[in-house]
């Protein structure tokens, strides 16, 4: 019975989030991206990945309604694979990878008025705090996608 999820633990400002390893693909050090016109202002842009492909870049503080990075030389970008489609997401520092007991992880409280966090899975109650589990699926909508596709393919 699989009882622990392997979850990869990264800070945005004093907040501990985590996601589930198996969508991770990489963590890289943040570069300049190429910003792109007419798109979202948490886009952050493009940037040559690996020299294989182009790989959009979430910066996570903005889409969070954040204060921005002071110093964006300082990010960490992690990798995520999502459907056919390599994604970035810009946090402040990825921590380490943890094994955590699906019983520690609730489901997403019901916060009045929190009604775009569809893309949290739970939180999970840990010796040294809390930790909010993104679900990867949702934290980029169907139609960011589909944007993000148009901006990269044409």
């Known amino acids: 019975m699989e009882s622990e999820l392997k979850i990869v633990t990264f800070n945005i400002g004093k907040d501990k989030f985590g996601l589930d ?28 990945y690996r020299n294989e492909e182009v790989l959009p870049i979430i910066n996570l503080r903005k889409k969070f309604r954040m204060p921005d990075f002071d110093d964006k ?17 810009m946090v402040d520092d990825v921590k380490n990878v943890r094994s955590i007991n699906q019983d520690l992880i609730d489901e997403k409280p019901k916060i009045g008025g929190i009604r775009q966090a569809d893309f949290i899975s739970g939180i ?31």
């Not at 198996?22 to 940037?47: C, H, Q, R, W």
């Not at 030389?73 to 997401?89: N, W």
């Not at 909508?141 to 589909?146: A, F, G, M, R, Y």
């Open 73 to 89: 030389t300082l990010a960490k970008v992690i990798v995520l694979k999502m459907d056919e489609r390599k994604v970035g997401i």
């Open 21 to 48: 390893i198996m969508k991770v693909d990489a963590v890289i050090e943040y570069e300049e991206a190429t910003t792109l016109p007419n798109t979202s202002d948490y886009f952050e842009g493009i940037i040559n």
């Open 124 to 154: 999970a109650r840990l010796e040294d705090g809390m930790l909010i589990v993104l679900d990867i699926d949702k934290l980029i909508t169907k139609e960011e996608k589909i944007a993000i596709d148009e901006v990269v393919t044409d």
